[in-house]
């Protein structure tokens, strides 16, 4: 049993604020996750897209250093080539992406913001990988009926959803035809900054609020859909993995 000091520690390091980059219960430890195995072994053109991200008043949307360097290693594992993004905001896990894939590998990313993809941009083109990248501005659904509609079915090998929860199920019908078995579908953010778990009455933000039941009918969803298996894990936001088996 925790004594009353340990206690007192363990809420001291617990971590409240809503857009912490982690789940993790303690700052320290999460600190040591990056300081230890991430920051030395993060390439600095993300390192200066991160910081240039920083400073920008929408930085509680980007994706935390963590899970960058998840996402380049899975799309290492996975031999990921041909991959998509919905929901790219200023690059920083386009750029992950972009640089876990061989030098003729793609990504159609797409975002109702080009500016916002613009600031991240000059770093991407210092990493090598622009040529990479085939960027639509605009929303991503008609941009997924319109692959469907080309018999594009099959063909991706990674896709990445990062932008509207409320959203999500409707991707999530179109992008089951278009990644191919066994390739790999990431949700991001399915813990919904812990709010999946919050009581009905907790104060929450006004957008966690909204958003939260889309986001737990997503993973109801999931969890039942026989044509994936899922892994839920605890980084950044918490990312749901799909892999496609038929
Ligand atoms: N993956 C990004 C990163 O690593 O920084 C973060 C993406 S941010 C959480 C969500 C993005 O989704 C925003 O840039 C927003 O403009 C975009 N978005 C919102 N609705 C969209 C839609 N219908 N289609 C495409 N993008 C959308
Ligand atoms: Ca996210």
């Given at each position: 049993m925790a004594t009353n000091g340990e206690e007192q520690q363990t809420q001291s390091t617990r971590h409240q604020e809503?857009?912490?980059?982690?789940?993790?219960?303690s700052d320290a430890l999460y600190q040591y996750i990056l300081e230890t195995s991430v920051y030395p072994r993060e390439h600095e053109a993300m390192k200066e897209l991160r910081e240039v991200t920083a400073k920008?008043?929408?930085?509680?949307m980007t994706t935390s250093a963590d899970e960058g360097q998840f996402l380049n290693l899975l799309l290492k594992l996975i031999n990921a080539k041909n991959t998509m993004e919905i929901g790219?905001?200023?690059?920083y896990s386009l750029l992950a992406t972009a640089l876990a894939l061989p030098d003729d590998g793609k990504i159609l990313a797409m975002d109702i913001n080009r500016e916002n993809f613009e600031l991240g941009l000059p770093s991407i083109r210092k990493a090598g990988v622009a040529h990479k990248i085939d960027f639509r501005e605009g929303p991503a659904l008609p941009v997924l009926d319109q692959l469907l509609e080309d018999g594009k079915?099959?063909?991706?090998?990674f896709i990445f959803v990062d932008a509207d929860k409320d959203n999500y199920l409707n991707y999530h019908k179109r992008l089951i035809e278009l990644v191919k078995v066994g390739g790999v579908i990431g949700y991001d953010n399915t813990l919904w900054n812990g709010s999946?778990?919050?009581?009905?009455?907790a104060p929450l933000r006004k957008y966690v609020r909204y958003y939260r039941d889309f986001v737990m009918e997503l993973n109801k969803e999931l969890a039942l859909d026989p044509r994936i298996e899922i892994c839920q894990l605890p980084v950044g936001d918490g990312i749901t993995i799909c892999r496609r088996i038929k």
């Open positions: 809503v857009g912490h980059k982690s789940l993790l219960q920008h008043p929408w930085n509680i790219v905001y200023t690059g079915h099959g063909t991706f090998d999946v778990v919050a009581p009905a009455d």
